[in-house]
């Protein structure tokens, strides 16, 4: 008895690894949380005596977890194009800047907040393939090698090791943030914030690059931008016009994925979580703003 238990929580136990693994591949928590869950419901389906053989647990909910995900980024493309508006990844909190540690319930809390969350990368594995994103993200983010990765595509290694590198090109080609120290990049968020509150437009401007771009995702349940706001005097304009037409909007500095974010809250209900790129200058270059209220529910309890 006390052996099943301990087989039963190292299983328990491959919870945090799978939800990460499960982020990075989908980019909704809500997405992730499904698949681990399916995963550990095949695992407990099968017989005693077939779970008992499996030397690895974790290597065999790992590798169903990925056909999971795999499945469902060969169906989501599909689903994004009937999505209203520009589709975003979800935005994660830092629970513990809340003061809102759980149990480990809530798959925010099991997210390991490092630089492979970071919005722009995040983004930039929405444009591979499904097969790319799975063997880029379980070797260059988890370091699994290619004859595991391989059980999960149905390709042979080499394969895999060619789709890890057509994603690595993806990733070194699209524009990317700036090593830009955080210290650096909180002053650049926090630069934004106070003009922002101040409804200062010429500030704001002077704060952007002049190509910057604005993505924002409501999908079609709130109001906002359908298409990218490009340049920096346009973004200015629109978020002053945001903050004219809801007043008592209360900005709060917050880390988004890991790095410098800003969170606007009405009525301590959080309406918007942005996460920010920032140049060699201090210049912001782009901004991603989730209002989504499906994405938000891990941002949903007052600070």
Known sequence: MGAAGAGIDAVAGERRQLINVAYRLLGSLAEAEDAVQEAYARWYALPRSRRDEILSPGGWLTTVTGRICLDVLSSARARRERYVGAWLPDPLPDRAEWGLVSEGGDPADQMVLDESVAMALLVVLESMTPAER??????????????????????????????????????????????????????????????????????????????AVMTADGGGLVGTVLRPVEGGARIAQYMVAIADRAPGLELLERSVNGAPGLVARRGGTVMTVASFDVDGDGLITRIWAVRNPEKLRPWLRDG
Do not use: M, N
């Open 134 to 211: 799975v063997a880029f993200v379980l070797h260059d983010v988890f370091r699994y090698p290619f004859a595991e990765i391989a059980t999960i595509l149905g390709r042979t290694p080499a394969a895999c090791k060619q789709l890890a590198a057509s994603a690595r090109r993806r990733v070194r080609d699209a524009p990317g943030p700036a090593a830009v120290a955080g210290d650096g990049r909180a002053e650049a968020v926090r630069r934004v914030k106070e003009a922002w509150e101040r409804k200062d437009i010429a500030a704001l401007i002077d704060l952007l690059d002049p190509a």
